[in-house]
């Protein structure tokens, strides 16, 4: 048993994880950009508790889903671990006290949500604390391609300045070739790399691709590199190919 299962183990009582989670945590827990498309009860938030856990420091987590951020945390207080939450609505005390919290008090993750990402007293506390990776949920609102774009998503980008050597793990349930891309891009991914999971749960798909160049106020992406998509069940002997890729 490794470190991640003893994790989901000791705090969720699970044995083992589903497809395409372990994969995931791996990337991430290695230190590499990663995008991971899961279906919408796909077991995306393990992907970044679980690592986040096996690390030292804070996960930053942001989504603009308020009432997930209060579930999650909730959650987590529930099973021992400590969390917070920054979001509209809040006074300046209590984003300031929680902040703190973040700093001083040993917290595992905070939740934010996009638009509190520009605030001079966001950026002044993040710079005092010790993060282990930044997690973006709902990461197609990054990209001008998708159907929900959210402008406050492009300040990320500026965080992870401010973040040297931190990795990103963008979370989405969908997202078109063109979208897929994007997100990469305008995360300053370091290099090409996405996890996809089919609505069925037996499939993921792997891209790799070389370092992408980011040039003031433009993108290069260099010739991608594309594997095999694999297609696995529990009574499979082997991977086998899919003739499709999307």
């Known amino acids: 048993m490794n470190k991640y299962q003893e994790i989901l183990k000791q705090y969720w009582g699970?044995?083992?994880?589903?497809?395409?989670?372990?994969?995931?945590?791996?990337?991430?827990?290695?230190?590499?950009?990663?995008?991971?498309?899961?279906?919408?009860?796909?077991?995306?938030?393990?992907?970044?508790?679980?690592?986040?856990?096996?690390?030292?420091?804070?996960?930053i987590v942001i989504t603009p889903l308020i009432a997930l951020m209060k579930d999650q945390v909730q959650?987590?207080?529930?099973?021992?671990?400590?969390?917070?939450?920054?979001?509209?609505?809040?006074?300046?005390?209590?984003?300031?006290?929680?902040?703190?919290?973040?700093?001083?008090?040993?917290y595992k993750f905070l939740y934010i949500s996009p638009e509190r990402l520009d605030t001079e007293i966001f950026r002044t506390k993040l710079k005092a604390m010790k993060v282990s990776m930044i997690t973006v949920d709902e990461s197609h609102c990054i990209s001008q391609w998708g159907y929900d774009f959210r402008p406050a998503y492009l300040k990320i980008a500026e965080i992870r300045a401010l973040l040297p050597g931190i990795p990103v793990l963008a979370l989405t349930a969908t997202a078109t070739p063109e979208v897929v891309k994007d997100i990469q891009a305008r995360l300053d991914f370091r290099e090409e790399n996405v996890f996809r999971m089919s609505s069925s749960g037996k499939t993921w798909r792997i891209w790799y691709g070389k370092r992408i160049t980011r040039l003031k106020n433009c993108c290069i992406s260099y010739e991608r590199y594309r594997a095999?998509?694999?297609?696995?069940?529990?009574t499979d002997d082997g991977p086998k190919k899919s003739p499709n890729y999307w």
Do not use: H, W
């Open 14 to 59: 699970y044995d083992s994880f589903r497809d395409l989670q372990e994969e995931i945590i791996t990337s991430i827990g290695e230190g590499k950009d990663t995008l991971g498309l899961m279906p919408t009860g796909g077991g995306k938030s393990i992907t970044f508790q679980v690592p986040a856990l096996a690390q030292e420091g804070i996960c």
């Open 75 to 106: 959650n987590l207080r529930k099973r021992g671990i400590k969390a917070l939450a920054v979001y509209s609505g809040m006074t300046r005390q209590e984003i300031l006290t929680a902040l703190e919290n973040c700093i001083f008090g040993d």
């Open 228 to 234: 095999a998509p694999l297609s696995m069940s529990a």
